[in-house]
């Protein structure tokens, strides 16, 4: 059992690199599947969620081959279905994307329901309507969804989605790649991740035209053949970086970003108070006065994200005056504030609207990490409280951010982790921040 002990009031400066995107990684890692030849991965996050998606396509027969730190070869030529992957497709979301790369290499999908993060109902029912509006019959129960193109190939279609759907987009455009004719995404998800994706597959000889606008395209190919892709920078963890220097003070440079990705986090930090400079591939973070109050509504890109809704809700928790943040993704996204509170947060949930009392400081406490971001905002809160903070549960954060122990105390942070071997009689032994 992995935790993290932070001591807190410490400023932040320094520089600080941002690995490849994780939204992005775990849609090409299954897009890769449908690639005839060794496909390079550039750019990979070191996160768990990738290293389970690299082990299933290598129990599908795939030869995965770490080239170094960031870089993986995979060559899935002579792939199968193998049923024991459900034991590593229970552990993350997008596990479903591998309903749209089956159906196009293989003509039938077997996986299981996502898991990943519990922060609301995942309903799947757009991805549902995607897979049979392309031709593939959907048999879901006990926990297994089970997918069959007829004729062994799916067929392009027009498709409006109900709602925006970042997983949705995904899994379609994924599906559509080897379909036979042209297929029309109308309503699509316009986040940065898709437009990567989109990037990826053209790479490897797909047609996919307009991502990143609300009308995707995609004329299927017979086949996908090698090539060599660098994953984009990961926004939300760019947006970490910037939320833990608004919380804790300082300056810091974020180096390895797109700053138009982050505008919509750098929008809001400055309406709080915190100075950002953009360059052509980083951002300087600067703030040393007093945070100020301000209303966000999550919402799909290009509006606020919702995977910083619990860092910047934790920040605002030291903001003057009352905050209003509304969720408008996911339904139910405030279990973290429980964990808050018992740092002396002040905050009010209803629904998906939270109200936030500015408080003059955090006190550590022992807390856990909910999910993946409410992880991360919970760091974040002991990076700002006065006193030590403990954090546990700690794999929901190492799902999404690489080394980020060793990048916070490159950036002057007390954070150590430390690992606590089963038995009471047992000492925490410190593990090497990297």
């Known amino acids: 059992m992995d935790k993290y002990i932070i001591k807190g009031g410490k400023k932040l400066y320094g520089e600080v690199e941002i690995s490849g995107a994780k939204n992005a990684a775990v849609a090409i890692i299954p897009a890769a599947l449908m ?19 690299l082990d299933i396509l290598a129990l599908m027969g795939a030869k995965v081959n770490l080239v170094n730190k960031t870089t993986v070869d995979v060559d899935c030529t002579d792939v199968y279905f193998n049923d024991k992957i459900f034991e590593l497709t229970r552990d993350i979301r997008a596990s479903y994307y591998l309903i749209g790369s ?13 898991g990943g993060c519990n922060f609301g109902v995942r309903p799947i029912d757009q991805h549902i309507k995607g897979m049979k509006a392309l031709g593939a019959t959907m048999n879901i129960g006990k926990g297994l969804i089970r997918a069959e193109a007829k004729d062994g190939r799916l067929k392009g279609a027009r498709i409006y989605l109900d709602k925006v759907s970042v997983g949705a987009t995904v899994n379609i455009m994924i599906a559509a790649t080897l379909a036979k004719g042209q297929t029309i995404i109308e309503n699509a998800a316009r986040e940065p991740h898709i437009v990567d994706l989109a990037n990826f597959l053209n790479s490897m000889g797909a047609d996919v035209r307009g991502a990143g606008t609300d009308v995707i395209k995609v004329r299927g190919v017979d086949s996908l053949h090698s090539g060599t892709y660098t994953l ?34 750098s929008a809001k930090l400055a309406e709080m108070g915190v100075e950002i400079e953009e360059g052509d591939d980083f951002v300087t973070v600067r703030r040393e006065g007093a945070l100020h109050h301000t209303n966000i509504k999550t919402l799909p890109y290009p509006g606020f994200p919702t995977d910083m809704q619990p860092q910047i809700s934790t920040v605002l928790s030291l903001a003057e005056g009352t905050s209003v943040v509304t969720e408008g993704v996911w339904d139910n996204r405030y ?10 947060a002040e905050i009010q949930v209803d629904g998906k609207i939270a109200v936030i009392e500015g408080v003059p400081n955090l006190t550590g406490a022992p807390v856990a990490a909910c999910d993946l971001r409410a992880g991360a905002a919970m760091v974040i809160a002991g990076l700002c409280a006065e006193g030590t903070t403990v954090v546990e549960d700690v794999e929901f954060i190492e799902r999404g951010y690489q080394d980020i122990v060793g990048k916070l105390r490159g950036l002057g942070a ?21």
Request: glycine share 10%.
């Open 35 to 53: 690639v005839s030849g060794v496909c390079r991965i550039e750019n990979l996050p070191q996160i768990s969620d990738t290293d389970k998606l």
């Open 102 to 114: 089956m159906l196009g290499r293989f003509g039938a999908a077997r996986t299981t329901m996502p």
């Open 232 to 265: 984009i920078p990961d926004q939300i963890e760019a947006g970490t970086y910037m939320a833990a220097v608004a919380g804790a003070g300082g300056e810091i440079r974020i180096n390895n970003v797109i700053p138009k990705h982050l505008d919509c986090i």
């Open 335 to 344: 279990k973290y504030v429980n964990e808050l509170r018992k740092m002396g």
């Open 414 to 434: 007390d954070i150590i982790a430390v690992s606590e071997p089963d038995g009471p009689a047992e000492k925490l032994t410190a593990v090497s921040a990297g």
